[in-house]
């Protein structure tokens, strides 16, 4: 319902625009969240103890000798619960926090495509942020980015509040960041602050150039000097607390659901590979090292200084069936969470693509997997068809007959292939999976070239 009337011309020489607000009208509206039209301009209030509303100097609203106001009541949406995702789609309303982080209730308006989400803050200020309704599951392997690097909570120091921030050597993940938060927010209102180590203007122009064509704005874009740097940094940031506490509890929210496995169904495996893809760009390391005896050891680590976000890392890691310790550092908020990977651990981080975002780590891992004892074994699988016998296996790996009949006899008990009858064998489920997965070690992986 429509509530209109016809306010005096006020003073726009002022700083704010007061306008007064007729008594009947104000008895109706009081203390709810309105949207005001001025002129054909919209803002949001809530109207509370004064019969007034205040129009800030940037809303550059035209005013004349016959100006019509209208106020709308705003019905704040509702979140369901059960409904998560929709087509294959994130429903962010249903994800969305009652209260921010000061406990301050947060109001929802939108259509089937947008949502705005306001407060009013302890100043009397109404802070609203808009952002889509629905995001791909890919958008986990942001909030994975943003766990690792900009997902830990913090106390509002700041006059200005809190920020939406992310900090990274690599251009790729920084360009993949921008690319996914497309689909929550504006690429417009990203902040990006560029360090170098020299002035070099070649790789700064660089730089520059593909944060504009993802969208950062020029005006919005800083170089700065750095002399600890090995090369240089790029911090991208937002100053909004109503994002900042949005995005958190969207991350928080996706990651429990992620270690419950069971409400997400038949989305997990994608959403569960993208969020710990994300994770592991920004916050993992993976190597590998020789002990006393000179046999190769290979490790998957993450680095964590919240304990709470460390043990859900390892339910995460367990969920795969990746057993994990973590390890506190002594004299250090800094906790190591730890696994050593035997041959089916590394299959299994291939298999899942955990390293495609990352291609420093992804190629050692084709390169552990490579150098492997089982790999010299394994490899026949990927040249033998669906059904093999013993002369085609001579020719694959060129080997006499004596060996080649040791090779099916060492196969088979490691249930790689069974024996259908005399001379006539064929892969089994686990042979064929790892088949595939030894025929995609060539593979450049899903990291787009945004």
């Known amino acids: 319902m429509f509530y209109t009337f016809s306010p005096k011309t006020p003073n726009i020489n002022k700083r704010v625009v007061r306008i007064q607000i007729p008594t009947k009208i104000y008895k109706k509206i009081k203390n709810n969240f309105v949207k005001i039209n001025v002129n054909g301009t919209e803002l949001i209030d809530k109207i509370t103890s004064e ?54 209730k947060i109001n929802i308006i939108g259509n089937k495509d947008n949502l705005t ?22 958008f986990c392997r942001l909030l994975g980015y943003y766990q690792a690097e900009g997902g830990k909570e913090k106390i509002i120091k700041k006059r200005r509040g809190r920020e939406v921030v992310i900090t990274n050597t690599n251009l790729d993940l920084v360009k993949d960041f921008i690319f996914l938060s497309k689909y929550l927010i504006d690429a417009s209102n990203w902040n990006a ?20 064509k993802l969208g950062v704005k020029k005006n919005k874009i800083k170089i700065r000097k750095e002399k600890k740097l090995k090369d240089f940094s790029i911090r991208l940031s ?91 550092i002594k004299d250090k908020n800094l906790y190591i969470i730890r696994t050593t990977l035997n041959w089916e651990l590394l299959l299994l981080l291939k298999e899942l693509n955990l390293f495609d975002y990352h291609k420093k780590h992804k190629e050692a891992l084709v390169s552990s997997i490579k150098s492997h004892k089982r790999y010299k074994s394994n490899k026949y699988l990927i040249k033998l068809g669906d059904n093999f016998n013993i002369k085609q296996i001579c020719e694959v790996s060129n080997k006499s007959k004596v060996i080649c009949y040791n090779w099916i006899k060492k196969m088979v008990n490691n249930n790689l292939i069974v024996k259908n009858k005399i001379n006539d064998w064929s892969s089994s489920l686990g042979g064929k999976r790892i088949k595939g997965i030894l025929k995609n070690l060539e593979n450049k992986g899903t990291n787009p070239s945004h």
Not at 193 to 212: S, V, Y
């Open 238 to 328: 937002i100053c909004s607390t109503l994002l900042s506490d949005i995005i958190l509890n969207f991350m928080n929210c996706i990651r429990k659901k992620l270690i419950e496995r069971r409400p997400l169904g038949k989305n997990y495996k994608i959403m569960y590979i993208n969020f710990m893809q994300g994770l592991f760009s920004g916050d993992g390391n993976y190597n590998t090292f020789k002990n006393k005896d000179g046999g190769t050891h290979h490790r998957l680590i993450f680095y964590e200084g919240n304990k709470n976000y460390a043990i859900d890392y390892q339910k995460l890691l367990r969920n795969e069936g990746i057993k994990s310790n973590i390890i506190k």
């Open 51 to 104: 019969k007034r509303f205040v129009i800030p100097k940037e809303q550059k609203i035209i005013f004349s000798n016959q100006n019509i106001v209208k106020i709308e009541i705003i019905k704040n949406k509702k979140r369901k619960k059960k409904s998560f995702i929709v087509n294959k789609k994130i429903d962010i309303l249903n994800w969305l926090p009652e209260k921010n982080r000061e406990e301050v």
């Open 117 to 138: 989400c306001f407060i009013k803050n302890f100043k009397g200020r109404v802070r609203q942020v808009i952002i889509k309704k629905y995001v791909p599951l890919e």
């Open 193 to 212: 602050e560029i360090k170098l180590t020299k002035r070099n203007e070649l790789k700064e122009k660089f730089i520059i150039k593909e944060l504009i």
